[in-house]
């Protein structure tokens, strides 16, 4: 227990431990979706407490991680070619695009900049009248609501050169993806906390029960993640598959009404691709044709062709949980997060930058 | 990038004729604009969970600072900061 001393509370983090181990009678996987999530299992040291009878599995649960090679070139084209100003978000700016990354373009001389909000992007296209400001909107449902909201800012503004480039992923199609995938096999889920936040437990129910499986609405703290597993291995125990809501204190049913109708009104349903998976149906968002005026996908005509992904990464066995990153031959030799091969090692939340930094996995590799 | 950070409310200020409704919240010692309009009951004083500029959902003060604590301890604050001179190696040093 070489990290318990680090634990907020560290009595209730034995004390689950504990039920854990008490709980488990027979091996279990289980998936938790949300990379704040893989974070908090992988430094807290929770993956080598737990009994060897349970297996995590860490899930697509990055958007940095998900986000089409073909759109990272088309963002990087805009910034290189068309002269735009392509702001994202940081992590987006080293995910490896087939040619370079944003942040090569960026060093190349591309006006290519960081912000902390999209918000910010409507501010700096006011502020640059005679520039094509472009925002590379990624992101789960939980980003949504602050991507939405700056088209509809930008569109009471008046602001006219100000467009975004989509690329929106869904949790509740990924985790049905990965049921149905036949080399997954995953007993129990924890479900991410933030994207609840907004759009509520409801679209739970339905996969919990026809696919007979827990799933535990989960926040991203170590007492949180140990708790969620706590849940679903009891579910499982008890041959139960509801939804439970370990997050409570932040997460109610119906989530954020206010946050859903910015969503839908400028957003609408679409199927999308998942880098390192494919496409998935009905499991992102495009712009809606009354906002096409702000959808940089119809603003610029953009046609780059699909790039393969670099030979020997394997970043799709790892998002669906078929292989751990260690188990890819390039982990911690030709791929780190400083020169990373495949998204998983860019951001901090992508489960192969994870275990580089904190499982000691590195020396095993 | 998918962290959600509490604050307080310390301000509110309509703009565009009352059609975007903003707050000042204060992260520990950085305050940042961030928009109420996901939260239209929320106001000065209140503690909010902020996502990238917009608040998402309320939660109480023991809550909030108990969170924001844990988030500085893994050194996940770093995108309050000024972000636009990001440069790979003056990364967040949790990351
Ligand atoms: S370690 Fe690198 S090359 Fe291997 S799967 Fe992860 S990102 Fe891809």
Same mark, same amino acid.
């Given at each position: ?69 073909? !759109? ?97 992923? !869904? ?61 679903? !291995? ?132 | ?71 500085? #301890? ?6 309050? #900061?000024?972000?636009? #001179? ?10």
């Amino acid at each position: 227990m070489k990290y318990m001393s680090e634990y907020r509370d560290p009595v209730l983090a034995k004390q689950f431990l504990e039920e854990i181990k008490t709980t488990v009678t027979q091996p279990w996987s289980i998936m938790e979706v949300c990379g704040g999530q893989t974070h908090s299992l992988v430094k807290n040291g929770i993956i080598e407490m737990l009994p060897d009878e349970v297996t995590m599995i860490h899930g697509p649960g990055c958007p940095v991680c998900v986000t089409p090679l073909n !759109l990272i070139d088309k963002a990087v084209y805009l910034a290189t070619e068309k002269g735009v100003i392509l702001c994202s978000f940081g992590d987006m700016l080293r995910v490896p695009g087939s040619q370079k990354s944003l942040l090569e373009a960026k060093a190349e001389g591309a006006d290519v900049r960081v912000l902390y909000s999209p918000l910010e992007a409507v501010k700096i296209a006011e502020d640059n009248p005679d520039k094509e400001v472009v925002f590379f909107a990624v992101g789960f449902e939980t980003t949504a609501p602050a991507n939405a909201l700056s088209v509809v800012h930008a569109h009471i503004r008046g602001v006219k050169n100000y467009s975004i480039l989509a690329s929106h992923v !869904l949790v509740p199609p990924a985790i049905k993806a990965v049921i149905d995938d036949e080399e997954s096999k995953i007993d129990g889920f924890l479900a991410a906390g933030h994207v609840c936040t907004i759009m509520g437990n409801a679209e739970y129910h339905p996969i919990s029960e026809k696919f007979e499986v827990p799933i535990v609405v989960t926040g991203f703290e170590p007492l949180d993640v140990l708790q969620g597993i706590l849940m679903v !291995l009891r579910q499982l125990e008890q041959k139960k598959a509801e939804v439970e809501n370990q997050y409570a204190r932040i997460v109610r049913e119906e989530g954020n009404p206010d946050a859903q109708k910015v969503i839908h009104e400028v957003f609408e349903v679409k199927n999308q691709m998942w880098r390192g998976i494919g496409e998935i149906p009905e499991s992102g968002y495009a712009v809606r044709e009354e906002f096409a005026a702000f959808d940089a996908a119809k603003k610029f005509s953009v046609n780059i062709a699909e790039a393969p992904e670099h030979p020997d990464c394997i970043s799709g066995q790892i998002m669906k949980g078929i292989k751990k990153p260690f188990e890819c031959a390039q982990f911690g030799k030709t791929c780190k997060p400083t020169n990373p091969l495949g998204a998983p090692m860019v951001s901090s939340e992508g489960a192969c930058a994870a275990y580089y930094h904190f499982s000691g996995m590195v020396e095993q590799a | 990038m998918c962290l959600a950070i509490p604050g307080k409310i310390k301000s509110i200020d309509l703009q565009y004729n009352g059609l975007v409704r903003m707050a000042k919240v204060s992260f520990g010692g950085i305050t940042k604009e961030a928009s109420l309009e996901m939260l239209p009951d929320a106001n000065v004083g209140d503690y909010v969970l902020v996502h990238v500029g917009v608040a998402i959902s309320k939660l109480n003060e023991e809550e909030a600072q108990r969170t924001f604590k844990y988030l500085e #301890e893994i050194g996940e604050l770093g995108e309050l #900061e000024d972000v636009d #001179e990001y440069l790979p190696n003056s990364e967040k040093k949790a990351s």
